[in-house]
């Protein structure tokens, strides 16, 4: 990227410059993604509690709540919710079945939009996505981040949040932030007071177990992390992990795997039409998930440090397993043996009392590594793109 336009001092012996502006990144997270698609179509619903996810009551639903608009969420609608208890909570919602080919359509015309501002766009997943906009001032960072928002919603229909800062993370952390639909610029010398008063689990890789081991420690509060001992916050989230969590909370994020700030897990799962209680029906479809997760991460250049595996059974309680692997792996063959191994485990050890069925059952990965030897380029996202295989 070229620098500012500033004419290099002219003799040597002047005082250095200040600094070149810090590199920017605009973390774009759209709002309830299916939800603003499916009202951007349909304008009556503007202003009507919206859930997206198979009608209740529509024959013998066994589906889950997918998005639902945030009055609904107020009512302690969620994502993954059985669609009963949702159409419990929230009577007077909506119900619109899910219609991904249009989700994946949008999506990609925000990316097109996306690259108007910056050549450098990272789709992460399908509604959210870092851009890279370079060296600029602070000022101009905000205007533009503005700007990309103002986009969005004229020309898609779509609300957005974004964050704003020089790292990818703590982008990531301020568009959580500033949901929905809101801008939060956090400059580099503001990022330790930024983040000091957040819950742990605000930072990116910090999920469920990571948060609990942090709690026992006494951490609460980013801002706790940044005075951690060393050697206590190692032994309760390992040595490197516990290095990124240090530098985070004392304003210096590292671009390091955990804190690059994209996804920090991915899964695939499968909610079967009918209850299985015959195993190797069960581990068939969780070798086939571990396969087409292990390709699909592949294919987008991510390796991966754990797998798990988790069964919702048929009286919705949920048991799962998760493995830390000895050596980060990658592909489908590692992912595959994890988590048949897990999945038999579970079978085994995890089930709930009574006759076992599965009702759901998932596979996912977390820890995950950018691979270093290959360049993942955009064609690795844009379905327009030319095909990789
Ligand atoms: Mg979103």
């Known amino acids: 990227m070229p620098g500012p336009s500033r004419s290099p001092p002219a003799a040597t012996l002047l005082p250095l410059p200040p600094r070149d502006p810090a590199g920017w990144i605009a973390y774009v997270d759209l709002d309830a993604y299916y939800v603003s698609c499916e009202r951007r179509d349909r304008p009556e619903l503007a202003d009507r509690p919206v859930i997206v996810g198979p009608p209740p009551g529509a024959g013998p639903t066994r589906g889950v709540v997918l998005s639902a608009s945030y009055d609904v969420r107020a009512l302690g609608v969620h994502s993954a ?6 159409a419990r909570r929230a009577p007077e919602a909506v119900w619109i079945p899910p219609d991904f080919p ?5 999506a990609e015309a925000v990316r097109a939009c996306l690259r108007r501002f910056s050549p450098h766009v990272e789709p992460l997943s399908i509604d959210e996505a870092a851009v890279d906009l370079g060296a600029i001032s602070a000022d101009r960072a905000r205007t533009v981040a503005a700007e990309i928002q103002a986009a969005l919603r004229s ?6 949040s974004i964050g704003v800062a020089t790292s990818r993370v703590v982008a990531k952390i301020a568009s959580d932030r500033a949901k929905p639909g809101g801008l939060r610029v956090v400059p580099p010398e503001e990022v330790a007071a930024f983040l000091a008063p957040l819950p742990v689990r605000a930072i990116p890789g910090v999920g469920p177990k990571t948060e609990a081991r942090l709690t026992a420690g006494g951490w609460l509060t980013v801002g706790q992390l940044a005075s951690a001992p060393e050697g206590a916050l190692a032994r309760a989230v390992g040595p490197s992990f516990a290095r990124e969590l240090r530098a985070l909370a004392r304003g210096h994020p590292v671009a390091t795997p955990h804190s690059s700030g994209g996804p920090s897990s991915r899964s695939a799962d499968r909610t079967f039409p009918t209850d299985v209680d015959d195993p190797a029906e069960l581990f068939r479809t969780v070798d086939r998930l571990a396969t087409e997760l292990g390709e699909a991460l592949d294919r987008s250049g991510w390796r991966y440090g754990a797998v798990g595996v988790a069964f919702r059974w048929a009286d919705f309680s949920r048991a799962s397993r998760l493995r830390t692997l000895p050596a980060v792996a990658e592909g489908p063959h590692a992912l595959c043996r994890e988590a048949g191994r897990l999945a038999r485990d579970l079978w085994e050890h995890g089930r709930a009392p009574g006759p076992p069925a599965v009702r759901t059952v998932s596979v996912r990965v977390e820890r995950l590594h950018r691979r270093a030897q290959r360049q993942v380029s955009l064609a690795d996202f844009a379905p327009a793109g030319p095909s990789v295989k």
């Open 102 to 106: 249009k989700y994946e359509r949008v």
């Open 81 to 86: 919710m059985p669609v009963a208890e949702a």
């Open 155 to 160: 020309e898609l229909g779509l609300p957005a």
